[in-house]
């Protein structure tokens, strides 16, 4: 805990606390763009003589779903991360917390490795279940341990292996596997308290488990705060105006995305998808003049509220990547521009990370964005046009049961959230997160807003397009270190349940703004045929 959230409350729960606070937020009585997290905490080292006595307990396999135990690949929580003393942390708290059972660790990284720790464990004969700690973003060691038919606790290590277990969650709970529960929560005391189901092992079966961990986890999803966001549903372009607005525009993909839909895209809402290669950008990069580059960069050191680890040589490359992006759509007639950054920077393809011209784009009214996910960039367009000018950001969900919240996370992000005649929010520039090299955007968004986040699917069931929709409000910005730098915290309105269910059907991605606009969205879809699927 920092010293922006090191305050006393006497008499009250973390919960309490943290609600308490972020009310005193929404009511005006405190000031604060940001609380840190109180839940992400990795575990402390369990003192010594805090683990009881485990003879005759209720023996479970603890699996740890992990490449390696230091991490060599680009991706959540960042490469180089050291995960031995998280490991080792996590053991001994699960066994100092769930006094019934003793915790056996194991690492897997696929079915193969699972396969190898099944054998064993059915040579022993004593293992009564199973509890998988997602702890890197697709490695997959659950489906093999699920299929053994014991039952299987799945539960994340926070900003670490989300993606995969959003993904593999929504899995299992589609097949309906009966020995399976799970938890996803950033206050590692709720995998700890779901952990105690497996108890029930000791006399009861596995019905008896999931039953005990479903029951944990619902309890401790806390209802809605009731707090009223600061604005109400905004003023919106009708369908019609909307399609007019955006027909015609042009977005810029820059390698690597499924040109499959681009017919759809422009019969749909007459958007043009244009091609565009790393060499074009790359010429363009050369092109700007040097001290044009220079002055941005001084820009930039003088209203980023930090800079953490980032050179100003690394600055001048992202600076020219602005300008150069700007060029190309110009001369392209374009108001977007999406670009494969992770594969262009990770092989060498592209002079210098683009996050920093994304944000300086949506400055000025275009679009820069990332992974060329040309879906959440038709989103941006025609969502932000709907919205009069809002800017969205793509987002990596991750969901937070404890405060019934999904973070929103990545490396780059709109300063203009309310429009480029908006207030500018604050943000920091720091390393991409992933890697650890070039250069990213921490934004800090405004609290107690209403929120819609979306995303566009062109072709669902029967070639019919659909547009997901989730609604809530803003209560937090997560320094955490680890995964994406920007970490919007949203409170889920609705039916927080159906947060964990549809991962493995309609991808990763999202598409966050500030803003109510729901019953737009669906106007919308109406309009032009999409189904609506809610989330919330």
Same mark, same amino acid.
Do not use: C, Y
């Given at each position: 805990m920092n010293s922006e959230t090191a305050t006393s409350c006497v008499g009250c729960g973390r919960r309490?606390?943290?609600y #308490?606070?972020? $009310?005193?937020? =929404?009511?005006? *009585?405190?000031?604060?763009?940001e609380l840190s997290d109180f839940f992400a905490a990795l575990p402390a080292p369990t003192p010594a003589g805090a683990i009881p006595d485990k003879t005759g307990t209720v023996k479970v396999r603890l699996v740890f779903s992990i490449w390696d135990d230091v991490q060599v690949k680009k991706t959540w929580p960042n490469a180089g991360f050291d995960f031995r003393p998280v490991m080792k942390n996590i053991t001994d708290a699960l066994n100092a917390g769930v006094k019934g059972v003793k915790f056996v660790p194991a690492m897997a990284y696929?079915?193969? #490795?699972?396969? $190898?720790?099944? =054998?064993?464990? *059915?040579?022993?004969?004593?293992?009564?279940g199973y509890l998988v700690i997602q702890m890197n973003s697709w490695s997959n060691a659950l489906g093999g341990i699920v299929k053994a038919g014991k039952p299987t606790l799945f539960c994340s290590f926070p900003y670490s292996g989300i993606g995969g277990w959003d993904v593999q969650n929504a899995a299992m709970i589609r097949k309906k596997q009966k020995n399976y529960a799970f938890m996803s929560s950033l206050d590692f005391n709720d995998t700890i308290g779901a952990a105690r189901a497996f108890e029930t092992l000791k006399n009861g079966t596995g019905e008896d488990f999931v039953k005990a961990a479903t029951e944990y986890r619902l309890a401790h999803t806390p209802p809605e705060t009731g707090i009223k966001p600061c604005e109400g549903p905004l003023d919106c372009l009708s369908p019609e105006e909307t399609l007019a607005a955006v027909k015609g525009k042009k977005i810029l993909s820059v390698e690597g995305y499924n040109k499959k839909i681009k017919d759809k895209i422009l019969k749909d809402f007459g958007i043009i998808v244009e091609d565009v290669k790393f060499e074009e950008l790359n010429a363009a990069w050369e092109k700007v003049p040097d001290a044009l580059a220079r002055e941005k960069v001084a820009e930039w050191k003088r209203t980023a509220r930090k800079i953490m680890d980032v050179s100003d040589e690394t600055l001048f490359g992202c600076a020219k990547q602005f300008y150069g992006m700007k060029e190309v759509l110009k001369a392209h007639g374009a108001v977007a521009i999406s670009v494969n950054c992770l594969g262009g920077c990770y092989t060498g393809k592209l002079h210098a990370y683009p996050c920093l011209g994304f944000m300086e784009l949506q400055d000025l009214g275009l679009f820069g964005t990332c992974e060329n996910d040309i879906r959440s960039t038709v989103a941006m367009v025609v969502f932000g046009a709907m919205t009069k000018g809002r800017m969205g950001y793509i987002s990596d969900p991750a969901i937070d049961s404890?405060?019934?919240?999904?973070?929103?996370?990545?490396c780059v992000a709109t300063r203009k959230f309310l429009g480029v005649d908006g207030a500018t929010a604050p943000y920091e520039i720091e390393t991409h997160s992933e890697d650890r090299q070039g250069a990213s955007v921490r934004s800090i968004a405004p609290l107690n807003y209403p929120v819609t986040t979306v995303e566009f699917h062109f072709t669902g069931n029967g070639g019919t397009g659909c547009v997901l929709v989730q609604t809530g409000r803003t209560f937090s910005n997560d320094p955490d270190d680890r995964a994406c730098r920007t970490k919007m915290v949203v409170e889920v309105t609705g039916d927080f349940e159906r947060s964990y269910k549809l991962w493995d059907l309609w991808g990763w991605h999202r598409v966050t703004f500030l803003g109510d606009f729901k019953k737009d969205v669906e106007?919308?879809?109406k309009k032009i045929g999409y189904r609506v699927i809610y989330e919330s």
């Open positions: 309490d606390f943290i #308490g606070l972020l $009310a005193a937020v =929404a009511a005006g *009585n405190a000031s604060a763009h696929d079915a193969k #490795g699972s396969a $190898a720790i099944l =054998a064993e464990d *059915n040579k022993a004969g004593d293992v009564k404890s405060r019934r919240a999904m973070i929103f996370a990545h106007a919308l879809a």
